[in-house]
């Protein structure tokens, strides 16, 4: 499962970058590595309560997060890279435990999500999973960045 794996690409890979490059930006207002994988283990909360609403409501109304607007600009810079990637690993074991669980007849089940024409368990998670390499190869991005334009 990718979810489970994730974890198992992703903290290597942010171990791998070096540290002067760790906090620092490809440009103005893109994300350094450092707060791509913090990003990873901020979203853990999130999907957990999606989790718990959509199995405990029929259709609930989700509301999108997007952290360009949702969150603090730069506050990421300020998680503790370890603590979030040991929350990461814990937090993805958790979840994983708890989809192990489910009835097919709860991976069916759907919410409304204003940006989306359907949404179910499964698509939420298989979008988690393709989330988590999307963060994972700009993380790679950043650790074989040849050039550094000046920010």
């Known amino acids: 499962m990718m ?3 994730a974890p198992g690409v992703i903290v290597p ?3 791998d970058v070096p540290a002067q490059v760790l906090k620092r930006r490809p440009q103005a207002m893109k994300w350094s590595a450092h707060e791509h994988a913090c990003h990873l ?6 999907f957990f309560s999606r989790l718990e609403l959509m199995l405990k409501e029929p259709q609930p109304r989700l509301t999108p997060y997007h952290p360009d607007t949702d969150d603090e600009e730069g506050a990421l810079l300020n998680v ?6 040991e929350r990461f690993t814990r937090e993805r074991a958790e ?3 708890e989809l192990k669980d489910l009835s097919i007849e709860d991976w069916q089940r759907t919410a409304q999500h204003p940006e989306y024409a359907h949404y179910s368990l499964f698509i939420m ?3 988690l999973a393709l989330h988590d390499m999307i963060h994972a190869y700009r993380i790679e991005e950043l650790l074989l960045k040849r050039d550094w334009a000046e920010n």
Request: glycine content about 0%; cysteine-free; proline content about 4%.
């Open 3 to 5: 979810l489970e794996q």
């Open 125 to 127: 998670f298989r979008h």
């Open 13 to 15: 890979l942010v171990r």
């Open 80 to 85: 503790d890279l370890s603590q979030a990637l």
């Open 95 to 97: 979840l994983v435990e």
């Open 41 to 46: 283990a901020e979203v853990h909360p999130l």
